[in-house]
């Protein structure tokens, strides 16, 4: 289990106006998760992220980073070990993207060619070519060139936790979709802790582990999307999740939600006679194919076998089998099968390895659940 790495205690923030941005919010962050926070303009949201970093001195309550008060800690240390990625990147135009990225490594003292290092890895990493972008400046960078180079420069000291302030909120839709593919692509790979701060709820849906809604400088609710969507804490969640909770439900779900295990298998070796003996057993008249290590291979289907006992199944396999992948989304799987006719799919993960076997009954199941919860919803 992840151990917990951020913890806010009853922390509050009045500013000298008397403006209360942040009342009394408690919640815990675990180790590699990702939690959006989002509301209306003047919620708190981006306030309580500064509050980590102490780009806001909160003035109540206590936040711990790694068990310890982040009050009693430096905070030049505190915030050089924290990656900070804002909505208009903030890239010095004076400096070249490599100084850029490598600010925060020459800050700290790393030697030049592990800085250079880290700087290209890091460019790979956000989808940019090192040798045409590394001496390029912020101006002879596309919107979405430069919010790469922010993600990069975040990421430059290798640090445990990051925040993002809506990184993405700025940029056109596609490109926002490109880089919102591209941070889940980064998460994956670098299972970093982070809070990302953002107005747009399909975009905390989309990317966050959990979400923290918040209104009036209040959580109002810390859940998972989908216990969000389904579940809204009161009217103003309700409100904020909009009418088409059942659409983002189904774009929030994978076939993995929905697969049964893929029991029924054999290997090519296995013959003649034992397949036909494990239909009748279980009643089947598909098996699925798989070798040594658990690929797809195909199937075999009983008519098949029906002329004889003899020989493999190597050759009365059928192998031109379309496939669906375990993570692969339930709208887009569901079109496949209807334009294919398909009544069922074989799922596999990213190795090919069989996972399990999705079903029209399956997606009939999924709909009717989802029919209820918005009826509810509603």
């Not at 990656?83 to 010095?92: N, S």
């Not at 059942?246 to 397949?275: W, Y």
Request: hydrophobic share 40%; with cysteine; aromatic share 6%.
């Amino acid at each position: 289990m992840a151990s917990t790495i951020i913890r806010f205690d009853r922390v509050s923030k009045v500013f000298a106006d008397g403006t209360r941005a942040v009342d009394d919010v408690s919640f815990e962050i675990v180790e590699g998760e990702c939690v959006t926070f989002v509301g209306p303009s003047g919620c708190g949201k981006t306030t309580t992220v500064k509050l980590l970093n102490r780009l806001v001195e909160p003035t109540g309550g206590s936040i711990y980073l790694n068990g310890k008060d982040t009050a009693q800690v430096d905070v030049i240390v505190l915030r050089r070990g924290i990656g900070y990625v804002i909505q208009d990147v903030g890239l010095f135009p004076h400096m070249t993207v490599a100084q850029n990225i490598s600010l925060v490594p020459r800050l700290i003292g790393w030697p030049p060619a592990d800085r250079e290092t880290r700087t290209d890895e890091l460019l790979n990493l956000v989808g940019l070519e090192p040798s045409a972008f590394r001496n390029r400046y912020p101006h002879q960078l596309s919107g979405g060139q430069k919010q790469r180079v922010g993600v990069a420069r975040g990421l430059a000291a290798d640090p445990p936790v990051i925040l993002m302030d809506e990184p993405f909120g700025a940029l056109d839709p596609i490109t926002r979709t490109q880089l919102q593919e591209e941070f889940l692509r980064l998460r994956a790979r670098l299972r970093k802790t982070i809070l990302f701060v953002t107005h747009d709820i399909d975009e905390a849906i989309k990317l966050g582990d959990r979400i923290a809604v918040m209104r009036n400088g209040r959580i109002v609710q810390f859940d998972p999307p989908a216990k969000i969507l389904k579940e809204p804490a009161d009217p103003f969640v309700k409100d904020l999740v909009g009418k088409e909770c059942g659409l983002k439900l189904m774009k929030l779900s994978k076939i993995s939600d929905i697969m049964e295990p893929a029991l029924d298998r054999v290997t090519e070796e296995t013959g003649v006679i034992g397949a036909k003996r494990l239909m009748v057993e279980r009643k089947r008249d598909v098996l699925w194919v798989v070798d040594d290590q658990g690929r797809f291979r195909g199937v075999i289907r009983f008519e098949r076998l029906a002329s004889g006992d003899e020989g493999g199944l190597a050759e009365l396999m059928d192998r031109n089998i379309p496939t669906v992948r375990a993570d692969g989304e339930i709208r887009a799987t569901l079109e496949t099968m209807l334009k294919g006719k398909m009544l069922w799919l074989p799922v596999v993960d990213g190795e090919e390895r069989l996972k399990g076997i999705v079903t029209m009954t399956h997606f009939a199941c999924f709909f009717a659940a989802e029919g209820q919860t918005q009826g509810r919803a509603s």
